[in-house]
């Protein structure tokens, strides 16, 4: 896929998978759900108490992958560094998602 169709399959509903790594343990893979805007950043929604925000908060980076459950199978994967966390907007991060 060229970045404009990696963007773009990022930008359509899918459930991600987030990696983020865990000393001492092989890494917290996980489904999330995430928004993304082309050309602007990735957000993941998780309660700011679970396990993944701790490890997020900790680590500082991910990876996630993104996928289509049917054929032809297609997928996007990202990794980068954690930018900012903030409270989550119901509006903002989870309506979208519905």
């Known amino acids: 896929m060229t970045k404009q169709e990696r963007e773009r399959f990022l930008a359509d509903l899918h459930v991600g998978i987030i990696s983020i790594p865990e000393e001492g343990r092989g890494p917290l893979t996980v489904p999330i759900w995430y ?11 998780t309660a ?3 396990r993944k925000a701790r490890l997020l908060q900790r ?9 289509t459950e049917t ?5 996007v994967s990202v990794e ?6 903030e ?4 509006e903002r991060d ?3 998602l519905a």
């Open 59 to 67: 680590a500082g980076r991910f990876s996630l992958c993104a996928q």
């Open 48 to 50: 700011r108490t679970s």
């Open 71 to 75: 054929r032809p199978y297609k997928y």
């Open 87 to 90: 409270p989550a907007d119901l």
């Open 80 to 85: 980068g560094p954690v930018v900012a966390i």
């Open 35 to 45: 928004s993304y805007e082309p050309g602007g950043e990735l957000r993941v929604v």
């Open 94 to 96: 989870r309506r979208p």
